[in-house]
């Protein structure tokens, strides 16, 4: 059986598969190439729905709470610096989606902002995994002393995934992962 931030580690990597490729689109886009809209419809798709609903639910909603009642100060610690980052990643995404059906209707001025907020959002988010495994996780699992810790983690991140997801929605995001990274196969 995983841990709690083994879990979140899991979806670390398939957030990561996802950042590259729209690392790639801001890069595409910065040099006047064009990028298919649907793709970044995709992106935000993922991002919106598997990064933040789910995967930024379940630090939210469960990890980042049960880690302040056990001590963690959410100002002025590592917690608020994630929440603060979290927000930043939602103001990235807004202004993507906000962007693209002007993209779609050929607006360099649309296709600018698209990249810029593509590559500040894929460099923010690969410093913030990286902070969050090798910092915030390694202070969760020390907190982690009782079996009861982890099992209340556990239950209450498949109460995001079924309340906030719903069935069958992290598969798919999963596979919608695996496609939007196929692109920097081709």
Partial sequence: MSTPTEVLKSEHRAIEKVIATMGWVGRALSERKRV??????????????????CHHGKE?????????QKGVPK?????GVMLYEHEL????RKAIVEALPSYREGSL???EVIAENAQAYANMLSQHIMKE?????????????????????????????????????HERL?????????VLKE
């Fill in 89 to 92: 990643g939602r103001s990235y």
């Fill in 174 to 182: 999963l596979k919608l992962a695996d496609k939007i990274a196929s």
């Fill in 36 to 53: 298919d809209p649907y793709l970044i419809e995709e992106i935000a798709d993922f991002m919106g729905n598997f990064a933040d609903k």
């Fill in 109 to 111: 001025e649309a296709a």
């Fill in 133 to 169: 495994d090798n910092i915030l996780f390694k202070i969760a699992d020390e907190l982690m002393t009782e079996k009861d810790d982890e099992i209340f983690l556990m239950e209450n991140f498949e109460k995001v995934e079924k309340e906030i997801m719903g069935k069958g929605e």
């Fill in 75 to 79: 100002e002025g610690g590592p917690i």
């Fill in 60 to 68: 939210e909603r469960v990890l980042f709470k049960w880690m302040e």
